[in-house]
């Protein structure tokens, strides 16, 4: 967004000296107020963040309103091609230094939370710290079932094909994820289904 921070003291480009109106960070801690204003922007949004409950699994509205065993068998399918290589069905949280109520929780997230090549067919061409072009964080899945665009662009989306073409998208040259997508493709078409209403359930 362009807001200069504690992080990020520093406008991207040298900004032409008559752009310039305001001082750097332009988001800061502030000393001299009180309570809750003291906090930056940045560590607002990130207490906020930090508590937010998780997205809770739900098997209503799911289209088809397909029958548990559905999702059961999508939940095993899963597994069994490797989805969770990457998609790690849940991590425990460490010590928390908010609160002992976040401490060694289970979280049901889907994530490795770990970087993957993803092949040339990801890339954005756009490096980010040591994260090459085609190299992304699993996306949690959590709550996967509440949303319609997919992937780190948003090229997933109703009208291509939504959760399947999200699922494709995984195969292209390089791709950490070419012999899952594989044996997912050799499914049957009511497993691949299976598989999805489990998706659309998280
Ligand atoms: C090699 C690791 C890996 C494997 C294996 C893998 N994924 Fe992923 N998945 C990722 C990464 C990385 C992303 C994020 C890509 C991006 O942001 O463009 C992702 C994104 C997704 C998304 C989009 C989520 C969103 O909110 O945008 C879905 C859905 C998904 N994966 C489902 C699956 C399924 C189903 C399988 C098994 C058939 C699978 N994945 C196997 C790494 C993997």
Redesign the pocket.
């Known amino acids: 967004m362009g807001v200069t921070n504690e992080l990020f003291p520093n406008k991207r480009a040298n900004p032409p000296g008559n752009c310039l109106f305001n001082g750097t960070p332009e988001d800061h801690t502030n000393f001299d107020a009180a309570g809750m204003q003291i906090t930056s922007d940045t560590v607002g949004f990130t207490v906020f963040m930090r508590f937010l409950a998780p997205p809770a699994p739900s098997n209503v509205g799911i289209p088809g309103n397909p029958a548990p065993q559905s999702i059961q068998n999508g939940k095993s399918l899963?597994s069994q091609?490797?989805?969770?290589?990457?998609?790690t069905a849940s991590l425990q949280t460490a010590s928390s230094g908010f609160t002992s109520a976040l401490d060694n929780q289970s979280a049901a997230l889907y994530s490795d939370l770990l970087?993957?090549?993803?092949g040339s067919g990801?890339s954005?061409r756009v490096a980010q710290g040591a994260a090459g072009a085609s190299?992304?964080?699993?996306?949690?899945?959590w709550?996967?079932g509440q949303?319609i665009?997919?992937?780190?662009?948003?090229?997933?989306t109703p009208q291509n094909g939504g959760?399947l073409a999200?699922?494709q998208?995984?195969t292209s040259p390089g791709?950490?994820?070419n012999?899952?997508?594989f044996?997912?493709n050799i499914l049957s078409e009511s497993q691949k289904q299976d598989?999805l209403n489990f998706?659309r359930s998280l």
Do not use: K, Q, T
Not at 115 to 118: E, Y
């Open positions: 899963f091609v490797h989805c969770d290589l990457c998609h970087v993957h090549n993803m990801l954005d190299e992304f964080r699993s996306a949690p899945l709550g996967v949303r665009f997919f992937l780190h662009d948003g090229r997933a959760l999200a699922i998208a995984h791709s950490e994820a012999g899952v997508v044996l997912f598989l998706l």
